[in-house]
C-alpha cells in the first residue's frame, strides 16, 4: 500500500493561528475537502499563537523559505511588500472576486495598488455583554457610548453582581493595540499626522486616559493588563464579567452550553461611540492568505487561497468568522441563529478603523504596548507614556 502523502506530487506548508476566527478543526477539515478535491495536493499545517505569526514567516523567508501559504495581519502588508516577502497576486484577482467581496476587504490585502494575496477573515472587536446581569441591575439595553459604559459597570458593581465588570486584552501584545485602536476610532484620534507620530494628544491621549480611568476606578479586571483574547473570553463564560471587547469568534462559543456557563445570555453589539464625535467603534482586524516570494508552487499555493477563501466554504464556517462575500449576509445558512451578531457587524465592519499602514508597524506597536502598560501600571501618566512611544516608534 502507498499512502496518500507519498501519491501526492505536491507538498504545501501553510501557516495559520492558533487563536481566534476559524479553529484548528475548521481549518482542518477545509483542507481535508480541499485536498480530496486535489489528490495531487498535500498541505502540511501549522499552528502558531498569533504573536509568533509575524516573526515565524519574516524568519522563514531568510532561512531560504518554509511556507507556501501564510496568514497575515492588515497591519503587514506594507512591510511584507517592501521586504518581497509575499508575492504580488495583483493579475490573478478576478472581476467576480473584486464586485462580490465588500470592499472594505480588500484594505487588508492591498498596498500601494496591488494586491498581496486574498481576504479571509473579515473582522472586528465587539462589545459583548452579559443579558442577565444587565437586567439585575435595572439595565434596559446595552451601552452606545464609552460613558455609557462606565456607568452601567458602575450599577452592576455597586449592586454586587460581579466584581470587576470589564474585562480587555490588555496584555503587552498585539491585543492591546487593537483595544486601544477600538478607542482611538471612538474618540477621532490619530496615530500619524503628516509621517509624524499623533498619538500623545487629542483622541488618541483622551483614548489612553479612559483606559487608565477604567483600570484605577476598579470597573476593569485588573488581570486584564495579562489577558489575551482567550483569556477574555474564558473570564466572560465563567460568568465573572459583564461586558467584554471581543473578537467575533467569541459570540457563538459564549453561547453554547457545552462551552459556557452563560450560554444563551451573550449580547453583543457594536463597540461604543463617544457623544459627539462617534456612534460606534471599530479596528480593523482582518487577516489575509498570501503565497510566500520562496514557494516553488505558487499556483497551488494560490488554487488552495482560493478554495479556502471561496464563498462555500466562508459560508459554511460562519459560526466563527464571518464571511468576506458581500451576498453572504443574506443566506440564511450564514445568518440564522447569530441575526444579533450579524446587526452588530453591519455596523461594526462600516465603522472599522485601520491600525497604521506603514513599514514601521511592529516597532511602533511595541513602542505602543510598552507606553500603554506604563500607563496602566501607574509608571507614568497617560501623556508621558505615548510621548515615549512616539520617541521609539521609529517614526520620529
Known amino acids: 500500500m502507498v499512502s496518500g502523502a507519498a501519491l501526492a506530487e505536491t507538498q504545501l506548508n501553510a501557516l495559520f ?55 497575515y495581519d492588515v497591519i503587514w502588508p506594507a512591510e511584507y511588500a517592501q521586504n518581497s516577502v509575499l508575492v504580488d497576486v495583483s493579475d490573478k484577482i478576478t472581476d467576480e ?39 439585575k441591575a435595572g439595565i434596559e439595553k446595552a451601552p452606545t457610548t464609552w460613558a455609557e459604559l462606565k456607568a452601567d459597570a458602575q450599577k452592576i458593581k455597586d449592586a454586587g453582581i460581579v466584581e470587576y465588570p470589564i474585562a480587555w486584552s490588555w496584555a503587552q501584545a498585539e491585543a492591546a493595540i487593537c483595544d486601544y485602536t477600538t478607542l482611538v476610532s471612538a474618540y477621532g484620534g490619530d496615530f500619524i499626522k503628516d509621517g509624524k507620530p499623533a498619538f500623545a494628544e487629542g483622541g488618541a491621549l483622551d483614548a489612553l486616559d479612559y483606559m487608565v480611568d477604567s483600570y484605577k476606578s476598579g470597573l476593569t479586571n485588573p ?101 468576506i462575500w458581500a451576498s453572504s449576509y443574506t443566506d440564511p445558512a450564514v445568518t440564522e441563529g447569530q441575526e444579533e451578531l450579524i446587526a452588530a457587524a453591519e455596523k461594526g465592519l462600516a465603522a472599522m478603523y485601520p491600525r497604521p499602514l506603514t513599514p514601521h508597524y511592529q516597532e511602533m506597536s511595541l513602542a505602543l504596548q510598552q507606553g500603554i502598560q506604563e500607563a496602566l501600571l501607574d509608571m507614568s501618566s497617560p501623556k508621558d507614556a505615548l510621548e515615549a512611544a512616539a520617541e521609539n516608534s521609529g517614526l520620529e
Open 97 to 135: 472576486m473584486k464586485s462580490g467581496i465588500l470592499p472594505g476587504a480588500w484594505t487588508t490585502v492591498s498596498y500601494d495598488g496591488k494586491y498581496y494575496g486574498m481576504p479571509w477573515i473579515l473582522d472586528t472587536k465587539y462589545l459583548f455583554y452579559n443579558k442577565e446581569m444587565l437586567k
Open 223 to 323: 488581570n486584564s493588563k495579562e489577558f489575551l483574547e482567550e483569556d477574555v473570553r474564558n473570564v466572560f463564560q465563567n460568568g465573572d464579567a459583564a461586558f467584554a471587547l471581543n473578537w467575533t469568534y467569541m459570540y457563538n462559543l459564549a453561547n453554547d452550553p457545552k462551552e459556557s456557563k452563560v450560554g444563551g445570555n451573550v449580547g453583543v453589539v457594536a463597540a461604543p461611540g463617544v457623544e459627539g464625535i462617534s456612534e460606534e467603534s471599530a479596528v480593523n482586524g482582518s487577516m489575509g492568505l498570501g503565497i510566500t516570494s520562496t514557494s516553488e508552487h505558487p499556483d497551488e499555493a494560490w488554487d488552495y487561497i482560493v478554495y479556502m477563501t471561496s464563498q462555500k466554504v466562508q459560508n459554511d464556517y460562519a459560526r466563527l468568522s464571518l464571511p
Open 17 to 71: 493561528m492558533a487563536q481566534a476566527a476559524y479553529s484548528e478543526d475548521d481549518i482542518r477539515a477545509m483542507t481535508t475537502e480541499f485536498e480530496k478535491a486535489n489528490p495531487d495536493v498535500k498541505i502540511n499545517l501549522e499552528f502558531v499563537p498569533y504573536e509568533g505569526l509575524h516573526d515565524k514567516t519574516v524568519l522563514s523567508q531568510g532561512a531560504g523559505g518554509g511556507y507556501d501559504v501564510v496568514l
